[in-house]
């Protein structure tokens, strides 16, 4: 099951080029998007449901990485409708939703004409984008207690024809691709590629998520097109090129609300009022675009710098907002845990994990190449759960990673970026780090939202219409598993496994 298995195969073909945009309306402010919460399996008193949850998390922590294909139809090519569109809203900002504890946050997007709301996850470790359809309707499938769409009910769908697969260690999504209208946040893309699956293995995904929103660039596309994000930056639509996350803590609250608000989402500014001081930037490596990817030069552990491999490569970490957990090299999570008194490899439904005494106030800092100083992680954050059947044993929020050659080995989940206000820059290449306000310090207390509903779009843009050619990319891909992988998963007992 840890088994990083991602197999992702399209061989779509689209070809294009996007006309220039026409501004529409630009909004005086941001909008947000608001993020919700469920129960969860992680706080049960039942030992056996615990354990499903943390194995979920691990399990799709590590098969997110590695892709290789499974299905398709190889050779064939599909073109794409022709481009031309308005262009519109220079910034946007969306609330997020907190789903499990920490353990997810997604966004309400709208897909089709007329636009039917669905809840996404937000990904930046992957580049597709996919939705559970009405087709997935067998009984026993995932997709039973899912918000499906279907595509005959929207005006604008096109049938690439075109077979889609991802498939995880722990399951798969497959179907077909096609072209839409997408709207997130004010935003609006017309012929935007989705995968359509009639097939989700059970607890891929799990209520009330619809699918995944890949944000990774482009060359981590499995289907080769260009992601939603990146249609609108390449338009110039947006005032600057860049996407902001605040995402909130709920991990220490011992009974949250059904949804609670996960933070915020931006695309094309920075909200200077969630956080202080100057952002920290740290390049991409020159040639590495597909995941956010950056060099880690330090890791210290109660002021303890640990021990990096000599090799820069094997020292790239993943920026991944669809990730719980840190994935950390086996030598690297050894090494940490023998400067954590009481510590010790967890055993049985937990191997793999480490333990330690709750009670101990883990520190944990990371600073990658560009940084001007180390970016700490709560205590908290770094304990992923208190055992139900002892009193002072928690389980920490690290993770062998495991993921062989290829892939990077070290994937920085929402356990450290709930700890900053996190940027990612389109050009140049970089992800930014920069301390929160003490006006978000309502994170930590649970705060019920209402519901949500579609914004009406203030910007439209026309995606490019683009060709792949079928078979195995080259570079490794955190596919559309990403957002999903470790912050949604399993339904256990009435509740989500990350």
């Not at 469920?38 to 098969?63: E, T």
């Not at 892709?67 to 910034?91: H, K, Q, R």
């Not at 399951?171 to 893309?189: H, I, M, N, P, Q």
């Not at 050009?427 to 780090?433: E, H, Y």
């Given at each position: 099951m840890f088994t990083a298995c991602l197999l992702l195969c399209l061989c779509l073909s689209l070809t294009a080029t996007a006309s220039p945009a026409q501004r529409r309306q630009s909004p005086a402010q941001g909008l947000h998007v608001p993020l919700s919460r469920v129960p969860s399996a992680r706080y049960s008193d039942d030992p056996d449901a615990q354990a499903a949850w943390a194995r979920g998390v691990a399990n799709r922590a590590a098969a997110k990485y590695g892709p290789v294909p499974i299905s398709g139809t190889p050779g064939t090519t599909t073109s794409g409708p022709t481009s031309s569109g308005v262009a519109a809203a220079t910034v946007s900002q969306l609330p997020l939703t907190n789903a499990n504890h920490d353990g997810s946050y997604y966004a309400l997007l709208g897909l089709g004409t007329p636009p039917t709301p669905l809840n996404v996850l937000l990904d930046t470790g992957s580049a597709d984008f996919w939705v559970a359809g009405t087709g997935c309707s067998n009984p026993g499938s995932g997709c039973m207690s899912l918000s499906t769409w279907n595509p005959s009910t929207s005006e604008t769908f096109v049938n690439a024809s075109v077979n889609f697969g991802v498939g995880y260690g722990s399951g798969s999504a497959k179907g077909v691709l096609g072209w839409d209208t997408v709207e997130l946040g004010g935003f609006e893309v017309v012929h935007q590629p989705v995968g359509v699956c009639d097939h989700v293995s059970p607890g891929l995904v799990t209520n009330p998520l619809s699918g995944l929103m890949g944000l990774g660039f482009q060359p981590l596309s499995v289907s080769g097109a260009t992601p939603f994000w990146e249609v609108l930056v390449q338009s110039g639509d947006w005032s600057s090129p860049v996407m902001g996350f605040f995402l909130t803590r709920f991990?220490?609250?011992?009974?949250?609300?059904?949804?609670?608000?996960?933070?915020?989402?931006t695309m094309g500014f920075v909200d200077t009022t969630l956080f202080t001081g100057a952002i920290d930037w740290a390049g991409i490596p020159p040639g590495r675009e597909g995941y956010w990817l950056l060099e880690l030069t330090t890791l210290s552990v109660f002021g303890s710098s640990i021990a990096l491999s000599a090799s820069s490569s094997d020292n790239f970490a993943v920026m991944d907002t669809g990730t719980t957990l840190l994935l950390v090299p086996p030598q690297a999570l050894k090494e940490i845990f023998a400067l954590v008194p009481g510590s010790a490899p967890a055993t049985g439904a937990y191997e793999g994990y480490y333990q330690y005494p709750c009670d101990t106030n883990l520190t944990l800092s990371l600073t990658f190449a560009g940084n001007t100083r180390a970016w700490p992680i709560s205590p908290t954050d770094l304990q992923l759960l208190r055992l139900s059947s002892s009193e002072n044993t928690c389980i920490a929020a690290l993770f062998p990673s495991n993921l062989g050659s290829g892939a990077p080995q070290w994937v920085i989940g929402d356990t450290f970026l709930k700890n900053v206000y996190s940027v990612f820059r389109y050009d140049p290449p970089s992800v930014g780090f920069a301390q929160l306000s003490p006006a978000?310090?309502?994170?930590?207390?649970?705060?019920?939202?209402?519901?949500?509903?579609?914004?009406?779009?203030?910007?439209?843009?026309?995606?490019p219409a683009e060709r792949l050619s079928g078979g195995e990319r080259g570079l490794p891909r955190v596919t559309a598993y990403g957002l999903v992988l470790s912050a949604v998963v399993c339904l256990l007992a009435g509740g989500w496994l990350i």
């Amino acid at each position: 099951m840890f088994t990083a298995c991602l197999l992702l195969c399209l061989c779509l073909s689209l070809t294009a080029t996007a006309s220039p945009a026409q501004r529409r309306q630009s909004p005086a402010q941001g909008l947000h998007v608001p993020l919700s919460r469920v129960p969860s399996a992680r706080y049960s008193d039942d030992p056996d449901a615990q354990a499903a949850w943390a194995r979920g998390v691990a399990n799709r922590a590590a098969a997110k990485y590695g892709p290789v294909p499974i299905s398709g139809t190889p050779g064939t090519t599909t073109s794409g409708p022709t481009s031309s569109g308005v262009a519109a809203a220079t910034v946007s900002q969306l609330p997020l939703t907190n789903a499990n504890h920490d353990g997810s946050y997604y966004a309400l997007l709208g897909l089709g004409t007329p636009p039917t709301p669905l809840n996404v996850l937000l990904d930046t470790g992957s580049a597709d984008f996919w939705v559970a359809g009405t087709g997935c309707s067998n009984p026993g499938s995932g997709c039973m207690s899912l918000s499906t769409w279907n595509p005959s009910t929207s005006e604008t769908f096109v049938n690439a024809s075109v077979n889609f697969g991802v498939g995880y260690g722990s399951g798969s999504a497959k179907g077909v691709l096609g072209w839409d209208t997408v709207e997130l946040g004010g935003f609006e893309v017309v012929h935007q590629p989705v995968g359509v699956c009639d097939h989700v293995s059970p607890g891929l995904v799990t209520n009330p998520l619809s699918g995944l929103m890949g944000l990774g660039f482009q060359p981590l596309s499995v289907s080769g097109a260009t992601p939603f994000w990146e249609v609108l930056v390449q338009s110039g639509d947006w005032s600057s090129p860049v996407m902001g996350f605040f995402l909130t803590r709920f991990i220490n609250s011992s009974s949250p609300a059904i949804l609670q608000p996960g933070g915020s989402f931006t695309m094309g500014f920075v909200d200077t009022t969630l956080f202080t001081g100057a952002i920290d930037w740290a390049g991409i490596p020159p040639g590495r675009e597909g995941y956010w990817l950056l060099e880690l030069t330090t890791l210290s552990v109660f002021g303890s710098s640990i021990a990096l491999s000599a090799s820069s490569s094997d020292n790239f970490a993943v920026m991944d907002t669809g990730t719980t957990l840190l994935l950390v090299p086996p030598q690297a999570l050894k090494e940490i845990f023998a400067l954590v008194p009481g510590s010790a490899p967890a055993t049985g439904a937990y191997e793999g994990y480490y333990q330690y005494p709750c009670d101990t106030n883990l520190t944990l800092s990371l600073t990658f190449a560009g940084n001007t100083r180390a970016w700490p992680i709560s205590p908290t954050d770094l304990q992923l759960l208190r055992l139900s059947s002892s009193e002072n044993t928690c389980i920490a929020a690290l993770f062998p990673s495991n993921l062989g050659s290829g892939a990077p080995q070290w994937v920085i989940g929402d356990t450290f970026l709930k700890n900053v206000y996190s940027v990612f820059r389109y050009d140049p290449p970089s992800v930014g780090f920069a301390q929160l306000s003490p006006a978000v310090g309502w994170q930590d207390q649970p705060e019920p939202i209402s519901g949500q509903g579609l914004e009406a779009p203030q910007a439209t843009v026309t995606a490019p219409a683009e060709r792949l050619s079928g078979g195995e990319r080259g570079l490794p891909r955190v596919t559309a598993y990403g957002l999903v992988l470790s912050a949604v998963v399993c339904l256990l007992a009435g509740g989500w496994l990350i």
